[in-house]
Each structure stands twice: as C-alpha cells, then as structure tokens.
Nanobody, 115 residues
Framework: QVQLVESGGGLVQAGGSLNLSCVAA????????MGWYRQAPEKQRGLVAT???????NYADSVKGRFTISRDISKNTVYLQMNGLKPEDTAVYYC?????????WGKGTLVTISS
C-alpha cells in the first residue's frame, strides 16, 4: 500500500500563488508517475499535472504556463507550484501515485481562490 499526504492548500486571492506538497509513504518502491488531480464542486475529478520518474510532464491545458509540477524522488515528494491563480482553480486537489498499474490517492487538500 502507498499512503499519500497532501499539504499546502488554503485561501488566496486571484493572482496569488500556492505550493502544494504530497509525501508518499509505505510501499513506495515501484512508484512511477506521480501527479495532481482536482475536483471542483459538482464536477468530475480531472487531471492537473503529472510527472514520471524520468521527468516527463503532462499538464491540463487550463494550467499550462501557470502551474509547475516537480518531484524530489529522494524525499518521495511531489510538488505543485501554482501561480496566477484564478477563481476557477478552486477545487479539492488530490495527489496521485501509480505503482505497477495501481493508482493511489491522497485525501485531498482544498484550494479556494477569491475574486
């Protein structure tokens, strides 16, 4: 099992920044891609950004140029630097890790952007 714990959410004004962190623990050997997804009220959970062990990244179009995903493999941690935040970025942000084909999820951290 892989446990994921997110931190860094909060309330910021539009145009502000936040940096989310997610630490993986447990059976971390074999984790491939890690990333972030988000779910706004009454919407489905969707991709924000992912990053593989080799450094390949994938971003949702809506966050390209504003968000940056990074990983510190030695610390089993993935980060999401979010700049230029907009009210439509308001959502619960979930950390994801894929280990040998199985997806693991954190409990989420709430990000609220005020206009």
């Amino acid at each position: 099992q892989v446990q994921l714990v997110e931190s860094g959410g909060g309330l910021v004004q539009a145009g502000g920044s936040l940096n989310l962190s997610c630490v993986a623990a447990g059976s971390i050997f074999g984790i491939g891609a890690m990333g972030w997804y988000r779910q706004a009220p009454e919407k489905q959970r969707g991709l924000v950004a992912t990053r593989t062990n080799s450094g390949y990244t994938n971003y949702a179009d809506s966050v390209k140029g504003r968000f940056t995903i990074s990983r510190d493999i030695s610390k089993n941690t993935v980060y999401l630097q979010m700049n230029g935040l907009k009210p439509e970025d308001t959502a619960v942000y979930y950390c994801n890790a894929n280990r040998w084909g199985t997806n693991y999820w954190g409990k989420g951290t709430l990000v609220t952007i005020s206009s």
